[in-house]
């Protein structure tokens, strides 16, 4: 109650999650990436608009964008995926280096049994094969 939560989970939860720290309380922040959609998303959220940054992550470990905005809306928590990637990577050092708490929101997880195809003609292979 009454601190301050930055999300960078992604626009497609985003009004959920949003809506859920608006009702406990917090006043949220958002940082949304510069496309079409999310934009659209984040605009029409819960989310006031003054409290959205629009921007892709930077692969800048100081100084940083994010950096910027943490301390300008003097955030104390962060919300992001866990994605193994260089803005996990950011987050972490980001959160560490300025004393903010970081949640991960964890991956779903997958099953041995499911198969997942980059390309349709792998799908298709993988059909033909089966039958």
């Known amino acids: 109650k009454n601190k301050n939560i930055l999300l960078a989970i992604g626009s497609r939860s985003l009004d959920v999650f949003a809506n859920f720290y608006i009702n406990s309380g917090a006043n949220v922040y958002v940082r949304i ?3 079409p959609e999310a934009i659209s998303k984040g605009l ?3 989310v006031r608009n003054s409290n959205i940054a ?11 964008l ?14 992001c995926r866990e994605s193994g990637s260089y803005t996990q990577e950011l987050w972490d050092q980001l959160c560490l280096s300025n ?13 041995d049994h499911s ?6 003609d792998e799908l298709i ?7």
Do not use: G
């Open 99 to 111: 004393n903010k708490k970081l949640f991960l929101l964890k991956r779903p997880k997958t099953f």
């Open 54 to 64: 629009i921007l892709n992550p930077s692969k800048e470990k100081q100084d940083s």
């Open 66 to 79: 994010e950096s910027y905005l943490c301390n300008y809306w003097k955030i104390d928590y962060v919300l």
């Open 33 to 35: 990436l510069a496309t």
């Open 125 to 131: 292979q993988k059909i033909s094969i089966a039958e």
């Open 44 to 46: 029409s959220s819960c």
């Open 115 to 120: 198969l997942v195809f980059s390309e349709y």
